[in-house]
């Protein structure tokens, strides 16, 4: 059925992926547009400290230019800081004139959710990997290199000295403690505050006309019936029945689970997550790793290494993740064994030991000065791979009135402001003459690895085969 103006679409998931198809279909012209979730990211504002558990409910989120020969991600994410930057000023303006117009969550402290701190990319060997000098080669044909300061090129260096910039391209002091330093800051780079930018984007689509159904019952998704009429119908767990004309599933790391089919395309998968605490008295560490002092670091990305890092929140807080290994949780859905997020009891937020040694030993080696902090929390973070990293967003085969939209795979939450865009135009039956739709087609994979995919519940990235760190292993 061709999409008009009047049609009802229901959307599974209020993160990123619902959140901006949301956005984008209100503000082109669809009247009726609901969004489900099972969560209150509405009241809660998205923030993870309100125990909202999805990988958009987050402290922060990097955003980088940086994608080796995928240009098109290359262009969509510069195309999304436009907008960026745009929120940044909506939101400073309605503050001035109307305070209490604005989502709670931003009615106090950082109003800023887009901050261009700089991305330092650090290798984890004596050579640059073949990736970042293929994004160096197309951020020179894009005309954006002047952005770019390659740490062992002299005139880098110079540009970075002149510009204001040099304290941010060896700020662990690689070189002078280790004699190599192998990294190219990226200046037009930086974070976003994940939970104040998806309460920034649930405000807009709400004012676009969008309606929201979030609630552990009624807003919890737990069937998609296409039996009937070619007119989709979802059940939620108070077992009401909604009818529509299309339904789109983002429902991030529980997407797999409510489209079983799309088993071997996506599989569900967590980071690994912690945080260290500056005490408010450390007046020093607190200037040290500022955003206006500390960049967002990414360690051995491409030597196996897989670490992050981000310059302090607004609360003392720094995060630091490991993405080497994406864990697994498998249970059972429709039949088949299907990674699904794992569901915390009691507090549990434990990571597996590798993952917590791996972060470890980024800390010992180049924050040292936190080592002696200790670690105040860690988490699993929860998202959805594909099979090569690339995003799923096309109609479910076989069920027309059901499309998907997923597959983030770590990267996606940098193109909220604009992704939507170009999801409607596949939801508009467009996706064959545009370069995303094309690049998330529904698809499979002739090759023998697919992103860990075909490891399975056999592999060893199975949660339950994985010993746990407890705080004894938190010690440095």
């Known amino acids: 059925m061709a999409l008009h103006a009047g049609s009802k679409i229901l959307i599974v998931g209020s993160g990123v992926f619902g959140l901006s198809t949301a956005l984008w279909l209100a503000r082109l012209g669809y009247r009726h547009v609901t969004v489900f979730d099972m969560q209150d990211t509405g009241s809660s504002g998205y923030d993870p400290g309100a125990g909202i558990t999805s990988a958009s409910a987050d402290i922060n989120k990097i955003i980088r230019f940086s994608y080796g020969s995928e240009i098109e991600y290359q262009r969509l994410a510069s195309q999304a800081a436009e907008i960026w930057e745009e929120w940044n000023h909506e939101i400073t303006s309605l503050a001035e004139v109307e305070e209490e117009e604005l989502p709670p969550v931003l009615r106090s402290g950082e109003r800023k959710v887009w901050n261009k701190c700089g991305f330092l990319r650090m290798g984890a060997g004596s050579e640059f990997a073949d990736i970042e000098l293929q994004t160096l080669e197309n951020m020179e044909k894009e005309g954006i290199r002047d952005t770019q300061f390659k740490s062992d090129d002299e005139a880098d260096v110079a540009r970075a000295v002149h510009s204001g910039w040099a304290h941010k391209l060896d700020p662990c002091k690689r070189q002078e403690r280790f004699g190599v330093h192998k990294a190219v800051l990226d200046l037009s780079a930086g974070f976003v505050v994940a939970y104040k930018a998806c309460a920034w984007a649930q405000y807009l689509a709400r004012k676009a006309g969008v309606e929201f159904i979030l609630h552990p019952i009624r807003g919890k998704v737990i069937d998609i019936d296409t039996t009937t009429d070619d007119r989709p119908i979802i059940r939620t767990a108070d077992q009401v029945a909604h009818e529509g004309d299309l339904v789109v599933v983002a ?226």
């Open 251 to 476: 429902g991030g790391g529980w997407t797999a689970g409510l489209l079983p089919e799309a088993d071997g395309l996506i599989e569900t998968t967590a980071g690994s997550v912690v945080t260290i605490q500056l005490p408010k008295d450390r007046l020093d560490l607190w200037d040290r790793f500022s955003p206006e002092n500390f960049p967002v670091i990414t360690w051995g990305m491409h030597e196996g290494k897989d670490i992050y890092s981000f310059p302090r929140d607004e609360n003392g807080a720094i995060k630091v993740g490991f993405r080497k290994t994406k864990w697994t949780n498998y249970g059972d859905v429709a039949g088949k064994r299907i990674s699904v997020p794992k569901v915390v009891h009691s507090g549990d937020t434990s990571i597996p030991v590798p993952a917590l040694e791996g972060i470890k030993e980024y800390i010992s080696l180049h924050l040292p000065e936190l080592a002696d902090l200790g670690l105040a929390s860690t988490w699993l973070c929860w998202y959805t791979d594909s099979i090569d990293n690339s995003f799923v967003v096309d109609f479910v085969q076989d069920r027309p009135s059901v499309a998907i939209c997923s597959g983030g795979s770590g990267h996606g939450f940098k193109f909220l402001p604009v992704l939507g865009r170009e999801v409607v135009k596949i939801l508009e039956g467009k996706g064959n003459s545009t370069v995303y739709g094309q690049m998330w087609k529904w698809r499979s994979s002739t090759t023998k690895e697919k992103n860990g995919i075909e490891e399975g519940e056999e592999g060893p990235r199975v949660l339950e085969k994985q010993r746990m760190a407890s705080r004894k292993d938190w010690v440095f």
